[in-house]
């Protein structure tokens, strides 16, 4: 599976973004597919995941009510809505695919994205 991340760029406090990450080929409907980011000397984090046969999504605390992630089954595409960022949302953000539908942690993706960067200034 290839991933395949975009979207990102520089905004300002408070402004929006829309991260999306298309996939090669349709994914399982148990699998799970999620972001994660990674700031400059901080390990990878989860920042949201849905599960690809139904509507289950899941987020980290420091995003939620704030970024909304959702699928486009015709364009096996995922995708991230962020609103309200914040100069600490700056990092490099990664769409990962877990086959073993694992949602919580970076080394049950099996498949991750190239990465794209969302800096957010203050």
């Known amino acids: 599976v290839q991933l395949q991340a975009s979207g990102g760029g520089l905004v300002q406090a408070g402004d929006s973004l829309k991260l999306s990450c298309a996939a090669s080929l349709r994914p399982y409907s148990s699998s799970v597919l999620g972001w994660f980011r990674q700031a400059p000397g901080k390990e990878r984090e989860f920042v949201a995941a849905?599960?690809?046969?139904?509507?289950?999504?899941y987020y980290s605390d420091s995003v939620k009510g704030r970024f909304t992630i959702s699928k486009d089954n015709a364009k096996n595409s995922l995708i991230l809505q962020m609103n309200a960022l914040k100069p600490e949302d700056t990092a490099v953000y990664y769409c990962?695919?877990?086959?073993?539908?694992?949602?919580?942690?970076?080394?049950?993706?099996?498949?991750w994205g190239q990465g794209t960067q969302v800096t957010v200034s203050s």
């Open positions: 849905i599960r690809w046969g139904s509507r289950n999504t």
């Open positions: 990962a695919y877990s086959w073993s539908g694992g949602i919580w942690q970076a080394l049950e993706y099996a498949y």
